[in-house]
Nanobody
Framework: QVQLVESGGGLVQAGGSLRLSCSAS????????MGWFRQAPGKERELVAR????????TSADSVKDRFTISRDNTKNTMYLQMNSLKPEDTAVYFC????????????????WGQGTQVTVSS
């Protein structure tokens, strides 16, 4: 198993930036494909971005493309989400998740989850 802990959330004005971190412990971090998800009040959890085991391949949701960047440092057992040009609609709880399945996109395909970190963007 792997344990995940998110950090870096907070309150920011529209147009600002935040960097989220996801620290992993337990089994070898580099064996997992990783993803950032978010869930706004009253909405379903959605995939924001994902990154493969080595960090060589990433994908992002259209809503955050060109604003958010996912990355990982396997030597530090940590994944990041750099969020720029934040908008009020980015307000949500952000979760990191891990899976040893092959490149999934659905929530139920990720087996390990952090507790989430709140991101609030004011207008």
């Amino acid at each position: 198993q792997v344990q995940l802990v998110e950090s870096g959330g907070g309150l920011v004005q529209a147009g600002g930036s935040l960097r989220l971190s996801c620290s992993a412990s337990g089994r070898t971090f580099s064996r997992y494909n990783m993803g950032w998800f978010r869930q706004a009040p009253g909405k379903e959890r959605e995939l924001v971005a994902r990154i493969n085991r080595s960090g060589s391949t990433t994908t992002s949701a259209d809503s955050v493309k060109d604003r958010f960047t996912i990355s990982r440092d396997n030597t530090k057992n940590t994944m990041y989400l750099q969020m720029n040009s934040l908008k009020p609609e980015d307000t949500a709880v952000y979760f990191c998740a891990a899976t040893d399945r092959a490149w999934p996109t659905r929530v139920n395909e990720y087996d390990y989850w952090g507790q989430g970190t709140q991101v609030t963007v004011s207008s």
